[in-house]
């Protein structure tokens, strides 16, 4: 099992910038993908980035120079600096972490809502 706790959500004013944690606990093998995915109300839960324990980096196409996601494997922390934030980057964003062998389950955060005021 794998928990997950994030920080970092809030409001900003567009043009701002926002930098959201998530650090993992739990039995974590030395393998793995964390990342961010964000969800309107009424969507289907959408990739941000993602990044795995080499430090390989997947961004979507909309937030690509914007958003950079890293991570600290000492403290087991994935971390998403989002700037040049626009209204429609407003959502709940959820941390995902899934091994890459062995426990293949996919684990979630409870979720940090972003509010990009225009």
């Known amino acids: 099992q794998v928990q997950l706790v994030e920080s970092g959500g809030g409001l900003v004013q567009a043009g701002g910038s926002l930098r959201l944690s998530c650090a993992a606990s739990?039995?974590?093998?030395?393998?793995?993908?964390m990342g961010w995915y964000r969800q309107d109300p009424g969507t289907q839960r959408e990739l941000v980035a993602s990044?795995?324990?080499?430090?390989?980096?997947t961004y979507a196409d909309s937030v690509k120079g914007r958003f950079t996601i890293s991570r600290d494997n000492t403290k087991k922390t994935v971390y998403l600096q989002m700037n040049i934030l626009k209204p429609e980057d407003a959502a709940v964003y959820f941390c995902?972490?899934?091994?890459?062998?062995?426990?293949?389950?996919?684990?979630w955060g409870q979720g940090t809502q972003v509010t990009v005021s225009s």
């Open positions: 995902h972490f899934r091994h890459l062998y062995l426990d293949l389950n996919d684990y």
């Open positions: 739990g039995t974590i093998f030395r393998l793995n993908v």
């Open positions: 990044i795995d324990s080499g430090g390989a980096a």
